[in-house]
C-alpha cells in the first residue's frame, strides 16, 4: 500500500539530504501514503520530475497530472459517476459518463483538496460556471441570478411578490 512517483523507467528517490533524485531501483523509490503527499513531491521538484506521475502500487492506477490538476484513473471516475447516480451535483442533469467532470466542492484555489469527499460529478457547463467559486457563495448567485433575470421578466406584479415569498 502506498505511492510512488515514476515517468515509467525511473522512480523519485529522497537523498538524505531532501533533494529529489531519480532511481531504476523501486526499492530505493519513496513512497507516499497519500496522492496528496506525493504531489507535493511533485509541485515542489518542477523540473525534476516533468513526465513523472503517481503510481499506486496496489492497484497500478496511474494519477496524472495536467496543468498542475490530478487526473483520476477510470476506476476512480467510474466509483465517482456510480455514488451521484450518473447525475451532475449542480443542476442534477443525466450525464455519460465521458461527459462528466471532476469538480473541486472546494475550489483548489481555495485551500480544497484532491481528496474523494471534495469531489463531485458535475456536467461541463455547471463546473465551468461554479469554477473558483465556494458552495455557498455559488448557490447565492445562481438565486441572485435567477430572481434578477424572473424579476426582468415578470416586472414588479403580483406574480413577482408571490415568487419572492415562496423563496424566503
Ligand atoms: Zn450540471
Redesign the pocket.
Known sequence: MGYVLTNGKYYIRISPTGATEKTLDIREARIYLTTDKAKERLQKALGKTRGYYILDMETDSKYQFSHGRIKFPRETRELIYRSADGR?A????KLQIDDMTLDHITPLSMGGNDTLDNIQC??K??NQFKSNILPDDFMNRITEIFMYQTRKRLGDGVKWRLLQTLIK
Open positions: 451532475c449542480l443542476c442534477g442533469r458535475a456536467c457547463a455547471c
